[in-house]
């Protein structure tokens, strides 16, 4: 049961993922398929919920169905299309396999042979997954339903689940994609955990591939996977790490989408963000960066419907998920400061412990000191050429805004300097792939790699 309902949520997600692109490649269609699946089935749960339909297994399944029949009507419709789409994927063309590709390879395997593996075995330990995340997929499970679900409802529960900083608060993807696996027989929720860092291994590979060369999509992707604490993090029931997967992939197709001008993409890159959305509240962040790009370049061609359509879109998951807390009475403590203020001693102490984050070799490796020396190292190139100006202005509004959300929270239920040891540190997963791309994609690194590729995989000389 619990195979047959995972091929499900695959199914499902390569014919999303087809239904809003066919521009994509073999290795994007299976790294997207298990994120966008499983992401669209969580939120038929909530649908399902709101209409009065008990959660199973069955229930699910049968949802699930007719949404693929619903986008199989779709594909056949574009039929052409997607049997164009279909010759592409056994077009292996030059370079072909090499030995430095193949080890590179092969140590991504083994990061990921291993993480799973690592993921798979251990229980569920860290308190947020234990007493939150974790639990309320249990919980789902057990009961059928989330809007009558006893530790949101249950008087004993009610000073933990509706006080400040309450788990009731957090958006659902994460608890439901728990909630799926219990419902199809799993003794550990850390399934969903496992096949998120496969999918994401194979779609960051599959996005850096389409400007960077094998050899250094392969190194980056390596790099990125390895990062310690967002490596330790992936093997946890918690919501971090899925998040990061979302917001950096969904930053990632509209870098991709803007500078290949493949229209289809933006559509891929607001599945994701809405998602990231769907997943952590503060993923709002990463939209309003690219919302901010977007508008930009609608002043440019005067038209805005675009701008408008995506960022409705984007928000709409938390927004509606909201809408359902409010309608079934399930509104916690409000924790954000609604009115603009001024308080330099709280200022001060972010950029202080920020500063510290960033500089730490033990939380991100050379990530984000590699990024600064690289972002020196291109200055010329960026004011000249304007190289990838635009991946730069994503990273640090995305940044800029996280940060202030941080500023305008009350925190009436820990300190500050809790929440940017823990909650902040983990936030900058999502910037860690970001950080890698821009790395890998700027013109002096393009270059260095290009010297190599022309040396690892030599142009065969014509015959005379």
């Not at 029931?237 to 991709?256: P, Q």
């Amino acid at each position: 049961m619990i195979a047959i309902g995972l091929i499900i949520s695959f199914i499902v997600g390569i014919f999303l993922t087809l239904s809003i692109s066919r521009r994509l490649s073999w290795v994007e269609v299976l790294g997207l398929a298990f994120p966008l699946g499983i992401g669209l089935q969580t939120f038929l749960i909530v649908c399902m919920d709101w209409a009065g339909i008990h959660l199973t297994a069955r229930s699910v399944i049968i949802a699930t169905f007719v949404v693929i029949a619903g986008l199989g009507v779709y594909l056949f419709w574009r039929r052409k299309q997607v049997a164009e789409w279909s010759k592409t994927l056994f077009k292996f063309g030059y370079p072909t396999v090499n030995w430095l590709w193949l080890l590179g390879i092969a140590a991504i395997a083994v990061v990921v042979i291993v993480n799973v593996t690592k993921t798979m075995y251990y229980p569920t330990f860290d308190t947020d997954s234990v007493r939150g995340f974790n639990l309320m997929g249990m919980a789902v499970a057990h009961e059928g339903t989330i809007k009558n679900l006893s530790i949101f409802t249950d008087v004993n529960f009610l000073p933990i689940q509706r006080g400040g900083g309450s788990y009731l608060t957090y958006v659902p993807l994460s608890q439901l994609s728990y909630a799926y696996v219990y419902m199809l027989g799993a003794e550990t929720s850390k399934v969903a955990n496992a096949l998120i860092f496969i999918s994401f291994a194979l779609a960051f590979y599959g996005v850096l591939r389409r400007f960077a060369t094998p050899t250094l999509t392969v190194l980056t992707t390596f790099f990125v996977l390895i990062t310690p604490e967002m490596l330790g993090f992936s093997s946890m029931s918690g919501t971090n790490f899925t998040h990061a997967v979302y917001a950096s992939l969904g930053i990632l197709y509209f870098v991709t989408y803007f500078y290949k001008k493949v229209p289809s993409l933006l559509w891929v890159s607001a599945a994701l963000l809405m998602l990231n959305n769907w997943t952590r509240s503060e993923g709002v962040a990463f939209i309003g960066a690219a919302c901010c790009v977007l508008l930009w370049q609608s002043i440019q061609t005067k038209q805005y419907k675009q701008l408008i359509f995506f960022g409705l879109l984007c928000i709409f998951p938390f927004l509606f998920y909201n809408v359902f807390l409010k309608v079934h009475h399930l509104e916690s403590v409000q924790v954000f400061i609604l009115k603009p203020f001024w308080d330099a001693e709280k200022m001060g102490t972010i950029f202080k412990e920020v500063w510290i984050l960033f500089n730490s070799a033990t939380f991100y490796g050379v990530t984000f000191v590699l990024f600064f020396f690289v972002m020196l190292s291109n200055v010329w190139s960026i004011y000249k050429r304007r190289d990838h100006l635009v991946t730069l202005v994503l990273i640090v509004f995305s940044w800029l805004f996280y940060t202030f959300l941080v500023y305008q929270i009350d925190y009436i239920w820990d300190s500050i300097l809790n929440v940017l040891h823990y909650s902040y540190k983990r936030f900058l997963f999502s910037f860690v792939p970001l950080v890698w791309f821009y790395i890998a994609v700027n013109h002096n690194v393009t270059w260095v790699f290009g010297k190599i590729d022309r040396f690892v995989f030599p142009t065969p000389k014509k015959s005379k």
